[in-house]
């Protein structure tokens, strides 16, 4: 049997399905994962695939975070919904370790108004121990891992809010953090993916 991750977000204090999962609650959505080559066109070519992806008619295009082998998502997302308009966009996922939250919070809802709200937020807590080394990153045991990634979904959330957000936990700490303009969609659809013993 095929399994497709489910959205969910917080709504007055429940857990309710995104809206983007409900407006498909009579059919099935696609996505493509989109990897580019080594070469030193990939990004107009990637580009020009995005609008392709679109034409066919697919529901999203995502690119993984691995910046030391492929081409960063923060740089080609936004450059994909200045050539599409209709596909959602997204990370499969972003490693939380690469990144403060705090600054994640900012890339993210800056892509989902400049996309005018189709950011699919993906959120992981990596596993690539090279990467880790390259980006000087202490590669910690998975649990650790996976607290982390806790931690900086609660700060990406309370980053978004209405007020100054404050935070300290075992990772991540943050101070006086509040995205403006926030994101478009109230919230973005937030993807986990992770695997392990935790």
Known sequence: MLRAPIFYFLKEGKMARHPWVTQADQGVRF????????????????????????????????????????????????????????????????????????????????????????????????????????????????PERQAGLDEAVRIIKGAWGDEPFNFVGTHFRTDGVQIQPPPKQQPPPIMIGGSGDG
Not at 34 to 48: C, F, K, N
Not at 74 to 91: D, E, H, N, Q
Not at 120 to 141: D, I, K, R, T, Y
């Open 31 to 142: 996505g493509v994962q989109l990897i580019t080559s080594h070469e030193p066109d990939a990004i107009p070519r990637l580009l020009e695939t995005a609008k392709r992806v679109e034409e066919l008619g697919y529901d999203a295009a995502f690119i993984f975070d691995h910046p030391m082998i492929h081409v960063d998502p923060w740089i080609c997302l936004p450059a994909m919904a200045t050539v599409t308009s209709r596909v959602r966009l997204g990370t499969v996922v972003n490693c939380v370790w690469y990144r403060h939250p705090a600054h994640l919070a900012r890339l993210a809802a800056d892509l989902d108004n400049l996309s005018g709200g189709r950011l699919m937020f993906g959120l992981g807590s990596g596993w690539h121990q090279a990467e880790f080394a390259a980006l000087n990153v202490p590669f910690l045991p998975v």
